[in-house]
């Protein structure tokens, strides 16, 4: 059901809206938390390395449907905040068509350009194949990521966090099911874990897409909306472009970190790409409940609201703090048993690397939680510019510092340029997102 974020105590809004949203991103991230389990348990240490390899270009495919999903969800807030259900509708269409173009555009690169890019990370030579296969038959998937991701942005702005949930949990288990079957029945090593993935993901693309527009059908328009609209189509990009140019630049510092770490060789690699999964659960998590605070913002700012923005705020922060606790203390005491779940027997290097990767990134979650919940809300009230300052910042010192002190501290320099690149963001991020909401209250 459509929800309405302009009325109710900020904090019950929040958190009844953005802990099924906290939910789904779980399941989303089982998905390929499931790729690298299957990989390191039923095929081999090669194979985890392979998908977690592959894994970090796809990302760069992935920010394209995301910054979309941000853009569409953004607007489509603001217009359902206002009541204007013309021009909402509008907005969504005009999303879908030209989100279409792009992933084919999309397509057609990284079909080119796979291997080019795989070498260029310095990808080892024992699992470039692999890397390679399944990258392939990811890129073959795109338009089910473009057009759930756009989907599950609509459910967003119009206040449903709860479907786009079932429609993950559903599937992510199934996701988990088909790649043992596809591997261990069919013996279809890593191809087989990919074309699960595939599979699972084309049902739930399709199922959102069919209950998204079934949920608009019944939201009755002023007037009959246009089928596209280049104004509206600015003012998405507006958003989407600097959230995708956001997560893009965030993977392509991924990917060069990722060439670092591919130079100390295979274990290293094994054990990382375990460990970051673990990690990029947290920060997805985390990320959405920020994009969720964006809707928030969104349509509090379309309803003339502004005093309900301070207050999400600080109800944000209480959410993510309250959620950062757990994960902290399970990932710094637990990493090695975390770890392992990946790996059925695990060389010495590939849990070292894993264990300490964690226990240094770990105790800095309730700083980053802090940074997206305050983009949020920037991106929520347009402020682009400041969003972008911050995020750019932390990149380039994690990719500068992962360079820099790789040299004499190897590995280990690496894992420390996140925690330092995650600080100076968030002082900054949070100072732009205090400027703008004391700018509200003086208006």
């Known amino acids: 059901m459509t929800q309405d974020l302009t009325v109710g105590e900020p904090s019950r809004v929040l958190?009844?809206?953005?802990?099924?949203?906290?939910?789904?991103?779980?399941?989303?991230?089982?998905?390929?938390?499931?790729?690298?389990?299957?990989?390191?348990?039923?095929?081999?240490?090669?194979?985890?390395?392979?998908?977690?390899?592959?894994?970090?270009?796809?990302?760069?495919?992935?920010?394209?449907?995301?910054?979309?999903?941000?853009?569409?969800?953004?607007?489509?807030?603001r217009f359902f905040g206002a009541k204007d259900y013309s021009k909402m509708k509008t907005a969504v269409y005009t999303t879908f068509i030209s989100c279409a173009v792009l992933c084919a555009a999309l397509m057609a690169v990284g079909l080119i350009f796979c291997g080019q890019l795989l070498r260029l990370i310095n990808t080892p030579d024992e699992i470039i194949e692999d890397s390679k296969l399944y990258l392939n038959i990811y890129i073959f998937g795109l338009p089910f990521v473009f057009f759930y991701n756009i989907a599950t942005g609509i459910f967003s702005a119009l206040g449903d966090s709860k479907t786009p949930f079932v429609f993950l949990a559903?599937?992510?288990?199934?996701?988990?099911?088909?790649?043992?079957?596809?591997?261990?029945?069919?013996?279809?090593?890593?191809?087989?874990?990919?074309?699960?993935?595939?599979?699972?993901?084309?049902?739930?693309?399709?199922?959102?897409?069919?209950?998204?527009?079934?949920?608009l059908s019944a939201i009755k328009a002023q007037q009959k909306p246009a089928l596209f609209s280049w104004n509206i189509l600015g003012n998405i990009a507006r958003i989407a472009v600097p959230s995708i140019l956001q997560q893009s630049f965030i993977s392509v510092g991924n990917i060069i970190i990722q060439?670092?770490?591919?130079?100390?060789?295979?274990?290293?690699?094994?054990?990382?790409?375990?460990?970051?999964?673990?990690?990029?659960?947290?920060?997805?998590?985390?990320?959405?409940?920020?994009?969720?605070?964006?809707?928030?913002?969104?349509?509090?700012?379309?309803?003339?609201?502004?005093?309900?923005?301070?207050?999400?705020?600080?109800?944000?922060?209480?959410?993510?703090?309250?959620?950062?606790?757990p994960l902290a203390v399970l990932y710094f005491f637990f990493g090695g048993i975390l770890v392992r779940i990946f790996l059925d027997e695990p060389s010495s290097d590939a849990m070292s690397t894993g264990i300490l990767f964690l226990r240094i990134l770990s105790p800095f979650y309730f700083v980053v939680s802090a940074k997206l919940v305050s983009d949020g809300i920037l991106r929520g009230a347009g402020k682009m510019a400041s969003f972008m300052t911050a995020t750019f910042t932390d990149l380039i010192l994690r990719v500068v510092l992962a360079w820099a002190l790789s040299v004499p501290f190897g590995s280990l320099g690496v894992w420390l340029s996140w925690p330092v690149g995650w600080t100076t963001a968030m002082v900054m991020s949070v100072a732009f997102c205090s400027k703008y909401l004391k700018s509200r209250q003086e208006t």
């Open 15 to 77: 958190r009844n809206f953005c802990l099924p949203l906290f939910g789904s991103v779980i399941f989303q991230q089982l998905y390929n938390i499931a790729d690298s389990f299957v990989a390191g348990k039923f095929i081999s240490e090669n194979a985890l390395a392979a998908v977690g390899n592959g894994y970090e270009v796809t990302l760069i495919f992935l920010a394209f449907g995301v910054g979309s999903n941000i853009g569409c969800s953004v607007i489509v807030s």
């Open 170 to 215: 559903l599937s992510s288990v199934a996701n988990i099911g088909a790649d043992i079957l596809f591997v261990t029945a069919f013996n279809m090593g890593v191809a087989g874990v990919a074309w699960a993935t595939f599979i699972c993901q084309g049902i739930s693309c399709l199922l959102a897409v069919f209950f998204v527009l079934k949920r």
């Open 259 to 325: 060439g670092v770490i591919n130079s100390f060789g295979t274990g290293v690699v094994a054990g990382y790409s375990a460990a970051v999964k673990l990690n990029n659960l947290v920060i997805t998590s985390f990320t959405t409940i920020g994009n969720g605070i964006s809707n928030y913002t969104s349509q509090n700012i379309g309803a003339v609201k502004f005093e309900r923005v301070h207050a999400g705020f600080k109800a944000g922060l209480k959410l993510v703090w309250v959620i950062c606790v």
